[in-house]
T-cell receptor
Framework: GAVVSQHPSWVICKSGTSVKIECRSL??????MFWYRQFPKQSLMLMAT?????????EQGVEKDKFLINHASLTLSTLTVTSAHPEDSSFYIC????????????FGSGTRLTVV | KNEVEQSPQNLTAQEGEFITINCSYS?????LHWLQQHPGGGIVSLFM???GKKKHGRLIATINIQEKHSSLHITASHPRDSAVYIC????????????FGAGTILRVKS
């Protein structure tokens, strides 16, 4: 079946540095990639939707200059958390798919970011 | 407001028990999804439904369009079924964005 490989699975970084998270679709082309964050004991919150070759669409309240999304190819989408702060510590997960009725979603394994 | 309501929030069962998790949603969905999130955080898509019933192993998912309700059943539950089960829908007016329920934390004791 379809697989989305997400790296790194966990990262600890210093406050003020940037962190890049990658999601690669294996054996299929991901036209659309969704990026979510999840705080402990809460549900997934959609941050942005990226479509290959175009600018990402950010949800209300999500800073596009802080969370940079690049979807330059059909198999790779990246999320860069710039100038990370402790409040950015969270679980970030990507999902590919949902490009039409009958199409499911494939999730990455998630990245646990801790900013110290 | 289009929401997804899940119940129960928490569920503890003995190994072997039959488990049911419920999900209610508003009118106008294009599809409903049942997801499983493991303790490590990874999410697996279990089912995608727009009508009827689907079965995969010990898991059964049903949807009643008229009632705007779906259920996920686990037969002969096992400790390895312990996870968070999430109901999510795509509403036609939102395109392909998923709207998530709060999740059901399931713990199966041996």
């Amino acid at each position: 079946g379809a697989v989305v490989s997400q790296h790194p699975s966990w990262v600890i970084c210093k406050s003020g540095t940037s962190v890049k998270i990658e999601c690669r679709s294996l054996d299929f082309q991901a036209t659309t990639m969704f990026w979510y964050r999840q705080f402990p004991k809460q549900s997934l919150m959609l941050m942005a939707t990226s479509n290959e070759g175009s600018k990402a669409t950010y949800e209300q309240g999500v800073e596009k200059d802080k969370f940079l999304i690049n979807h330059a190819s059909l198999t790779l989408s990246t999320l860069t958390v710039t100038s990370a702060h402790p409040e950015d510590s969270s679980f970030y997960i990507c999902s590919a798919g949902g490009t039409g009725p009958g199409y499911g979603y494939t999730f990455g394994s998630g990245t646990r970011l801790t900013v110290v | 407001k289009n929401e997804v309501e899940q119940s129960p929030q928490n569920l503890t069962a003995q190994e072997g028990e039959f488990i049911t998790i419920n999900c209610s949603y508003s009118v106008g969905i294009s599809a409903l999804h049942w997801l499983q999130q493991h303790p490590g955080g990874g999410i697996v898509s279990l089912f995608m439904l727009s009508s009827g019933k689907k079965k995969h192993g010990r898991l059964i998912a049903t949807i009643n369009i008229q009632e705007k309700h779906s259920s996920l059943h686990i037969t002969a539950s096992h400790p390895r079924d312990s996870a968070v089960y999430i109901c999510a829908v795509t509403y036609m007016e939102y395109g392909n964005k998923l709207v998530f329920g709060a999740g059901t934390i399931l713990r199966v004791k041996s």
